[in-house]
């Protein structure tokens, strides 16, 4: 062996599989090859089979023809030298092979990189088109609206129809106690009737969570309509009570104005020069015959219940019914009703707030007759001929603005401990109210009001 340096690993097959081949190729272009053996030259003949022992044979049949007892001293001289020489020829074996490929942490990284990438844009994409494909959806399941798995759980609710209703305040009031999912459910079956429904006013027995169509089908059919029966909401002004009395019962409007105008024959406290307060808002079922005056009165006595109930003193029902139906038009959830009662007391607190000025919206509105309307006017806020204008009157308004519930007189009794000073209701829809201490706080809180109201015109 040309090396005897033991870990030197022996050739490979294809290394011996080139070097048989090179030992062919030169034999094929000499007559005879030198082979070196006991220190002389001997002839290989040509196509002779070259042990596998004699790597260094194969080495000198191409360069050299060794004399005689040369060979010993060549491989004394090189023997020092044989296992470099040897790897390089096994390098240069080797050579021929193609080159491995180094395992690479670069492809893993990029795959990575490109996941990520990936899921980025599929998350935007997401959120770009969340809303193009709410809309799709939308439009192509409809508007959203009770099945009939929900509405088997409803429960049996009054709804009042006025005269003079349209389409659109029928929907209204149906979505607002819940007899249907959405204004476009049953606004748009409306649309589609042919002919056109005729609603009379009055009082209708329906029930909660009901199918927009059965809704349209109860509200057609003359047996869902309460004779004698009128449903007076909270906040309700004397002005439309009178008129829901007219539309749920046989008795005249006029007949019902000219009761309301005698105040002194309903018992109530003697600073009372309407009947406004003390109208308590509930459902009430009259018998046929029942005079103006009757109904009138059975209202009145079921407010001095509801006072009685509270604890409220005969000579307090007067201030209690007063505050309570402030409350009563400015509040909307049911907690912010004892926020909005300490908002107007700290403001008649004259450490707290200087000028008195409660600064009420719903009263200068009521003292211009719309009653309806939650916005007034640069010029309505200056007129100081407006008694109920408490932008300009300091102090609790002059007299009830509409006529109030449990809620609102609880509110007015047990107000909530707090520091703030103003509230402004942000969505009127779902009665979201924002409270301050500070005037900055209060203007941020205007801005998002007034944004919802450009949206909102219907508000007025």
């Given at each position: 062996m040309p090396s005897s340096t033991p870990e030197e690993p022996l050739p490979s097959r294809r290394q011996l599989r080139a070097q048989q081949a090179a030992a062919e190729q030169a034999a094929a272009q000499q007559p005879a090859t030198e082979q070196v053996a006991a220190g002389e030259i001997q002839a290989v003949p040509p196509g002779a089979a070259v042990a596998p022992e004699a790597p260094l044979l194969w080495r000198l049949s191409r360069e050299a023809v060794v004399p005689a007892g040369a060979a010993t001293d060549f491989l004394t001289a090189n023997e020092s030298n044989d296992s470099g020489?040897?790897?390089?020829?096994?390098?240069?074996?080797?050579?021929?092979?193609?080159?491995?490929?180094?395992?690479?942490?670069?492809?893993?990284?990029?795959?990575?990189?490109?996941?990520?990438?990936?899921?980025?844009?599929?998350?935007?994409?997401?959120?770009?088109?969340?809303?193009?494909?709410?809309?799709?959806?939308?439009?192509?399941?409809?508007?959203?609206?009770?099945?009939?798995?929900?509405?088997?759980?409803?429960?049996?609710?009054?709804?009042?129809?006025?005269?003079?209703?349209?389409?659109?305040?029928?929907?209204?009031?149906?979505?607002?106690?819940?007899?249907?999912?959405?204004f476009d459910a049953f606004y748009a079956i409306l649309l589609q009737t042919k002919p056109e429904p005729v609603f009379q006013p009055g009082a209708y027995q329906l029930k909660t969570k009901m199918v927009a169509s059965t809704a349209l089908d109860a509200l057609l059919d003359d047996g869902t309509r309460l004779s004698e029966t009128v449903v007076v909401p909270e906040g309700t002004a004397t002005v439309d009570v009178l008129q829901s009395i007219s539309e749920g019962t046989d008795i005249p409007l006029a007949d019902l104005q000219a009761a309301a105008a005698n105040v002194a024959s309903f018992g109530l406290p003697p600073e009372a020069t309407t009947l406004e307060g003390f109208l308590f808002p509930a459902t009430y079922t009259f018998s046929p015959g029942d005079t103006a005056q009757v109904a009138l009165q059975v209202m009145v006595n079921r407010q001095f219940e509801a006072l009685d109930t509270a604890g409220v003193a005969v000579a307090d029902r007067w201030s209690t019914?007063?505050?309570?139906?402030?409350?009563?038009?400015?509040?909307?959830?049911?907690?912010d009703y004892y926020k909005v009662s300490r908002v107007f007391l700290n403001r008649l607190d004259p450490t707290q707030w200087e000028s008195g000025l409660l600064q009420s919206d719903a009263t200068v509105a009521y003292g211009t007759g719309n009653t309806h309307l939650v916005t007034t006017t640069n010029a309505e806020r200056a007129d100081a001929g407006n008694l109920y204008n408490t932008y300009v009157h300091p102090g609790m308004v002059v007299g009830p603005i509409s006529n109030p519930g449990d809620l609102a007189i609880d509110a007015a009794l047990h107000p909530v401990d707090g520091p703030w000073l103003f509230f402004v209701t942000v969505?009127?829809?779902?009665?979201?109210?924002?409270?301050?201490?500070?005037?900055?706080?209060?203007?941020?809180?205007?801005?998002?009001?007034?944004?919802?109201?450009?949206?909102?015109?219907?508000?007025?």
């Open positions: 020489r040897d790897r390089a020829q096994r390098r240069s074996l080797l050579a021929d092979e193609p080159p491995r490929e180094k395992r690479s942490h670069k492809g893993a990284w990029g795959c990575l990189i490109v996941f990520v990438v990936l899921a980025a844009l599929v998350a935007g994409a997401y959120l770009f088109l969340q809303g193009p494909i709410s809309q799709i959806i939308a439009a192509t399941q409809g508007p959203a609206d009770f099945n009939a798995e929900e509405a088997a759980t409803g429960k049996d609710i009054i709804v009042m129809i006025h005269d003079g209703d349209g389409g659109s305040e029928i929907t209204n009031t149906l979505v607002d106690q819940g007899v249907v999912k959405s019914i007063v505050f309570a139906s402030l409350i009563q038009r400015e509040a909307g959830l049911r907690d969505n009127l829809d779902t009665g979201e109210t924002v409270f301050s201490t500070t005037v900055a706080e209060h203007d941020a809180a205007v801005v998002v009001w007034q944004n919802w109201m450009r949206e909102h015109p219907e508000y007025g």
